[in-house]
């Protein structure tokens, strides 16, 4: 079989290595519209199960963590899971996708650049993609299947028959050098701030990549900017008690929320941003790419799909879909609490419990947990 990619980023590089785990595939060609390597827009924050789960991606852990704070506009109070084990780690994105792109170069895949895909013919049981590359048109050779991996917006995929639920939050974040030194218990915590007064239905966060350095960002419903990102990285200076020495470097992109809901469509295969297959409380892509991934590769070949694949493509889905309605109850909730506090200080106490181990990767489990724990404390507070 041969197959076609639409789609360079993460999701089409993953997803061309496990299809060359599947003898019936003998050839994948990637067509990518970017011309230059991968630019770094996403912080890197995953699970270990989902670490593990993506090809080569373990030699570019940067740090590991294993507590978790919460902080909300408003209170005077944080909230803290501490975990037994490690449970998330950040790894570079860039040199990951980098390591990815030259790896599947060394073992015959093509990954064509500047390649703008915009149609997809088919003549027969073959597939042939239209594309733009240097101002001209060209049609691909014949393919027998199609991934699409175009990342957001879902444009071929929802004209070839994909369907999702989904929405894009602006993201911005900065890689920030410190003046002074994390602590051993701060650069191992994920610092996550939520504010629907500065940002919406999104949040903000801290990312400890060592010592000395941070990356600080927010994603929102609202336009994000230099300004909005200036209030975050004060919020965080106050409270953690930082001080910032100098932007190290500036990037942002999409955050899409949502779930999947049809994915497979007459020899077309979505996966990716494209068919919202997100964690929408985080807005992370990653577990869900290195777990549909792996199902595709092996369902590719309709005559070699398992009921039990399919089974597991949709408990995935279900997963995604709980996680999305657990998001929007939750910041429903958060929006009938009043903000009129402007002045972020140091928090001193704490709503702290431990955990053997925190899932990551399933955030619909915890944070209704994290809700009542919440609601409960501000009570006793009064």
């Not at 590991?64 to 909230?79: A, D, P, R």
């Not at 449970?87 to 994105?93: D, E, G, L």
């Not at 917006?153 to 030194?181: D, H, M, T």
Request: glycine share 8%; net charge positive; proline share 2%.
């Amino acid at each position: 079989m041969d197959i076609g990619v639409v789609g360079g980023g993460i999701s089409g590089l993953v997803t061309s290595y496990y299809l060359l785990k599947n003898r019936a595939v003998s050839n994948v060609t990637i067509f990518e519209r970017r011309y230059s390597m991968p630019r770094n827009h996403c912080t890197g924050v995953v699970s270990l199960e989902t670490v593990a789960r993506l090809p080569l991606a373990s030699k570019f852990i940067e740090n590991i963590y294993k507590n978790m704070v919460f902080f909300i506009h408003g209170i005077n109070f944080g909230i803290e899971i501490t975990s037994d084990k490690y449970f998330a780690c950040k790894i570079n994105r860039v040199a990951h996708e980098i390591e990815l792109m030259r790896f599947l170069n060394e073992v015959g895949i093509s990954i064509n650049m500047g390649c703008d895909v915009y149609s997809i013919n088919v003549n027969g049981k073959k597939y042939f993609l239209v594309f733009r590359k240097d101002m001209k048109e060209y049609i691909s050779e014949g393919f027998d299947r199609i991934v699409v991996a175009e990342g957001y917006p879902p444009i071929l995929s929802r004209r070839y028959g994909l369907k999702s639920r989904s929405s894009a939050f602006k993201a911005i974040q900065e890689v920030v050098l410190l003046s002074n030194s994390l602590s051993d218990d701060q650069i191992e915590t994920l610092y996550v701030f939520i504010s629907p007064k500065l940002a919406g239905e999104g949040f903000a966060w801290l990312v400890p990549i060592d010592r000395n350095r941070v990356i600080i960002g927010y994603s929102s419903g609202y336009n994000t900017s230099i300004e909005g990102l200036e209030k975050i990285k004060l919020v965080f200076k106050n409270l953690l008690e930082l001080s910032y020495k100098s932007v190290d470097k500036i990037f942002g992109g999409v955050i899409v929320q949502g779930y999947p809901i049809k994915t497979i469509s007459n020899g077309i295969i979505g996966i990716g941003d494209s068919t919202a297959m997100v964690k929408s409380i985080s807005g992370g892509g990653l577990y869900a790419i290195s777990v549909a991934s792996k199902i595709y590769s092996e369902i590719i070949d309709k005559n070699s799909g398992f009921p039990y694949l399919y089974s597991d493509l949709k408990k995935l889905f279900n997963v995604l879909k709980t996680q999305y309605i657990v998001r929007k109850i939750v910041w429903n909730i958060l929006k009938t609490i009043k903000l009129n506090v402007d002045d972020f200080k140091k928090v001193n106490r704490f709503i702290s419990f431990n955990t053997s181990y925190l899932n990551y990767d399933r955030h619909e489990s915890f944070l209704p947990v994290l809700l009542i724990k919440f609601f409960n404390f501000n009570l006793k507070i009064r």
